[in-house]
T-cell receptor, first 114, second 114 residues
């Protein structure tokens, strides 16, 4: 069965600092992986997705993530944090035979300090 | 752009009431999903549907039912609302045949049961 673990329920960075949000997955077959962002009182918005085409995936708002099979990781990074990046971030996994179901991590709240 | 709409952003109901949450998507997606989101627990799948009149239980279906009479509409029903069903409810949709199967989310309904 697939599963996702996000390390750190809260991450705090200063404006301009590197953002690193960690995600590890468990899957016995090649997975599809996603990062979503949720701003307060809103639904989830897709940031980026990994579909095996390239291990380094670029998304919206300057975010990117690298798929590392050997580490079963899909960490999300951004070189320089903006105040507007403060939100909750979710990592999710699915496999091709899973009828479209996503398995979500528990989320990481990113705080950006001025 | 895919648009997923939910009938209410905020809803307050009394214990024992029957509650209907409506979700509509405009992109002819085959899959539709209902999640609830609670702090520290991430997103938990209640029910999903991969076709009209078809439904499958997710991880936490107890106390809920669903209806999908038309492809674009997926309703979540709380037969007899209880205080432990106070939560944020998120609807999502996805293309069945899309390999990456990203889900598109509505803005959410924050339900309070008193």
């Amino acid at each position: 069965a697939q599963s996702v673990t996000q390390l750190g329920s809260h991450v705090s960075v200063s404006e301009g600092a590197l953002v690193l949000l960690r995600c590890n997955y468990s899957s016995s077959v090649p997975p599809y992986l996603f990062w979503y962002v949720q701003y307060p009182n809103q639904g989830l918005q897709l940031l980026l997705k990994y579909t095996s085409a390239a291990t380094l995936v670029k998304g919206i708002n300057g975010f990117e993530a690298e798929f590392k099979k050997s580490e079963t990781s899909f960490h999300l990074t951004k070189p320089s944090a903006h105040m507007s990046d403060a939100a909750e971030y979710f990592c999710a996994v699915t496999i091709s035979s899973n009828t479209g179901k996503l398995i979500f991590g528990q989320g990481t709240t990113l705080q950006v300090k001025p | 752009d895919v648009k997923v709409t939910q009938s209410s952003r905020y809803l307050v109901k009394r214990t024992g009431e029957k509650v209907f949450l409506e979700c509509v998507q405009d992109m002819d997606h085959e899959n539709m999903f209902w999640y609830r989101q609670d702090p520290g627990l991430g997103l938990r799948l209640i029910y999903f549907s991969y076709d009209v009149k078809m439904k499958e239980k997710g991880d936490i279906p107890e106390g809920y039912s669903v209806s999908r009479e038309k492809k674009e509409r997926f309703s979540l029903i709380l037969e007899s609302a209880s205080t432990n069903q106070t939560s944020m409810y998120l609807c999502a949709s996805s293309l069945y045949r899309s390999g990456a199967r990203e889900q598109y989310f509505g803005p959410g309904t924050r339900l309070t049961v008193t």
